[in-house]
């Protein structure tokens, strides 16, 4: 696995690769460079425990073949640009985020991103793959589509408790996702769309007075160092589509073409599963042991304080369904199945 430095510039670092693209192992076969990249830090859980140990996997299983160069903190492009960018060919592989494309063809799957239905990356991998083999069979030429998986459910993180949905009255709250920055409208806030990349720097210059994000991914950019509190909601998670360059794909030997199709590809997502299935609590706890020293807190709200915050859930679902008939997909008949398939798996509808 070679491993660039954020500091090294796109474009030094596409000559550098370029450079590399003729080299052979030590047996004479060619190597393949792929750059992946990251929008989390060099040191948040994603990169350390997702990126990193798929890099060594696929190097490891191709002999060499494949070589993995990752680019964390999003330095080949932020996911607002990644569907286009790995389409065609700014970088080989990364995560792309449906709800950050809804005007492409990716816009069923926004339909996971719909607040207060997931809060479980495994339930959210399942479940989305099976809508997606459903719904979305000619959306990606052979090879694009990898996989699919989710975050850990969003929470609230701010420099003031929000105790009650009174508090989140005016409230100035940073987001990317059309589904929870509606909810936000309901509730009365006021979203501000911001990249990942730009949330700590956005609170701690009070831009924003509170970020939705995941627990996992707070720690990751440590932002309990500008945002003492949070409030354990459990909005939903993130779809995460795991996306590969078509012509990359087809320029590799056949047999490692497949270990991509059948093995490479459903690890990425299985690894991002277990990260944040295993890892949400101990951040929450993580959290709570960073800030209680200064005063801040994580809260919980009560039960019916949870069911005011979730109240304009069903308003956004109907939404969701206007918004894919106009586009001409059935949205009715994708809202029953999407609800049908989370039913099964013991979850309750908002009505």
């Known amino acids: 696995m070679r491993y660039k430095a954020v500091i090294v510039t796109l474009f030094i670092s596409l000559l550098f690769l ?6 052979k192992t030590a047996s004479g076969e060619k190597i393949y460079q792929l ?21 060594e996997m696929v190097e490891e299983e191709t002999n060499g073949i494949v070589q993995v160069n990752i680019f964390p903190s ?26 950050r494309h809804i005007d492409t063809d990716l816009f069923p799957l926004t339909i996971g991103d719909l607040p207060f239905l997931i809060d479980d990356p495994a339930i959210a991998e399942s479940v ?19 996989s699919i998986s989710s975050t850990d459910a969003y ?27 509606e909810l936000f409208k309901e509730l009365d806030a006021i979203p501000v769309s911001l990249n990942n990349t730009e949330l700590y720097e956005s609170v701690e210059k009070g831009i924003v007075d509170s970020v939705a994000y995941t627990a996992v991914g707070a720690n990751g950019f440590k932002l309990e160092e500008v945002s003492p509190y949070m409030t354990k909601v459990d909005i ?8 590969m360059n078509q012509d990359f794909l087809e320029s590799l030997p056949e047999e490692i073409k497949e270990m991509f199709y059948e ?15 295993q890892s949400a609590d101990k951040a929450i706890n993580t959290f709570e042991m960073n800030v209680k020293e200064d005063g801040g807190e994580v ?9 005011t915050f979730r109240k304009p859930a069903k308003i956004v679902m109907d939404q969701w369904v206007e918004i894919a008939n106009k586009r001409g997909y059935p949205g009715e008949e994708m809202m029953a199945y999407f609800t049908s398939l989370l039913e099964d798996k013991g979850i309750i509808i908002p009505e």
């Open 74 to 99: 999003a330095a080949l492009g932020e996911l607002s640009s990644a569907y286009e960018d790995i389409k065609s060919g700014l970088y080989e592989a990364g995560i792309v985020s449906p709800g």
């Open 263 to 277: 093995k490479f590809g459903p690890a990425y997502a299985s690894l991002i599963t277990d990260l944040y299935t």
């Open 299 to 307: 809260i919980i709200p009560t039960e019916e304080e949870l069911a």
């Open 35 to 55: 750059n992946l990249n990251v929008s989390a830090g060099p040191v948040h859980p994603f990169t350390k425990q997702v990126a990193e140990p798929w890099a």
């Open 18 to 23: 370029s450079a590399c693209s003729s080299q």
């Open 155 to 181: 929470q609230l993180y701010s420099t003031q408790p929000i105790r009650t949905m009174k508090d989140l009255k005016k409230l100035k709250i940073a987001d990317s996702v059309l589904e929870r920055i």
């Open 236 to 243: 939903g998670v993130a779809t995460q589509m795991f996306m």
């Open 128 to 146: 989305l793959s099976q809508f997606k083999d459903k719904y979305m069979k000619d959306t990606f030429k052979e090879g694009q589509f990898m």
